[in-house]
């Protein structure tokens, strides 16, 4: 039965000023890039399509028909706004219709045509793809440091939930090296708090004491080389694949060991990998469900591209 | 526009492709980093709402550990001390409340605004873990505590 609640409220000004300088500052940072890249990649365009260009406007001036065929193609001109439209769609359907007709009795210059549409299409693409990896790379790189900080201050949270717990357990006189049932306690904050890793708990010169099962890490020895050699200068520092944060330990007023969270590095990583997962879980779906491979599988690949890792 | 749309007398063709096909890119690209940066400010907050939650989690325990031997959060003297010491070590945490099953705050660090609808929070809670909320300055998290019995 609830009877109560503890409500904590944090500074709404804070986060969202937070947020919204990393937004602002990665706009501002892809405004160069994202200009130059567009520049660098249709300035790049080679000679090849320009020809291909040439060859459609002249399509359009009406002198395809004098290449293959006698008759000439009547002029493929477009209606605009207004009376123009009411005027000209007529028309236009007309001269359409028969622009058509001169092209399929000319199987070259049809041909051209779906050759020069194939390759628009995928210089279209080309550049697309090229420009939202170049976005998602710029962004993933500004956000990645503003959101370890946020997962490091958690784990600072976590290691200091548990420092208290041991520390009162030394304050009431039980040994630091006969702490009671002390793996299962980790276990269970480890449970509680999925990103991390593993938790350590060394002595001050980093011999291993307690901690949660380990043989899921990968790298032990390098790992236990590390922590043998922690100093405590730094709060947090990157070992391999993780960030390990340390707590220090202390009881009847000296230091009596450290607490070390590790969880992995790289966030971007593991968010992508959780996007993925999600993709797959709707392909398996699909299955079941009938939906189209095609469209599925472009949403997924534009997910990926959008998602930016963040 | 019409003159980029006219037959003869038109814009030439590369800038009458080169224009749409430009025009779609900046589209996307807007898109995209718009859908990147509403992707990173809702990761952003999660992770800051698992980080007060870890501090919230640790106050509901030390309640709870005192309500099955008994002693009431009112007669809690720690709590008062735990909850200066959550506000002060945890970054941007603005205040810190207990209240009872009638949203009354029994005990607080810092100054919640006045009109919260935690009376209402509890009511629809049933037996969820926590709650979200916000007012004009704050995000809140809400854990509701529980008797042993329940």
Known sequence: MIVGAVVLGYDKIAIDRGDRHDGVHIIRRLGSGRCSCSRRSLCSSPGGSRAHWTVRADAGRGRVGSRGSDEPVPDLRLPVLGEEIARGIPGFIERSGAAAAALAGNPTEAGAMKNLQRRLVLLVSGILVAAAAFVSYRAGERFEHSLTQQRLGMTQEIGRSVAVVIEKALTFGVPFDQLVDTERFLDAVKRDNPGVDYIIITTPDGQLRYSTDLSSLSNLAGLRGSLAAWDGRERSMRIGRYFNTATAINGKGRHLGWLHLGERANVIEQLLRDIVFDILTVLVGRDAGGVRADAIAAGGVLRIATACHA | ?150
């Open chain 2, 1 to 150: 526009m019409t003159w980029l749309l006219l037959g003869r007398r038109s814009a030439p063709l590369w800038l009458r492709l080169g224009l749409p096909i430009s025009l779609i890119i900046a589209l996307a690209i807007g898109f995209i980093s718009f859908l990147n940066y509403y992707n990173y400010r809702k990761t952003y907050q999660q992770l800051n709402v698992a980080r007060i939650m870890v501090v919230a989690r640790d106050l509901r325990q030390a309640i709870e550990s005192g309500l099955n031997v008994g002693l009431a959060p009112r007669s809690n003297t720690q709590l008062a001390t735990s909850l200066a010491v959550a506000k002060d070590h945890t970054e941007g945490v603005r205040f810190a409340a207990i209240i009872d099953e009638a949203a009354k705050k029994l005990v607080e660090v810092g100054g919640a605004a006045a009109n919260q609808d935690w009376l209402q929070r509890l009511k629809s809670a049933g037996e969820e873990l926590s709650w979200l909320g916000e007012d004009d300055d704050t995000y809140q998290v809400g854990l509701p505590y529980r008797t042993a019995s329940a």
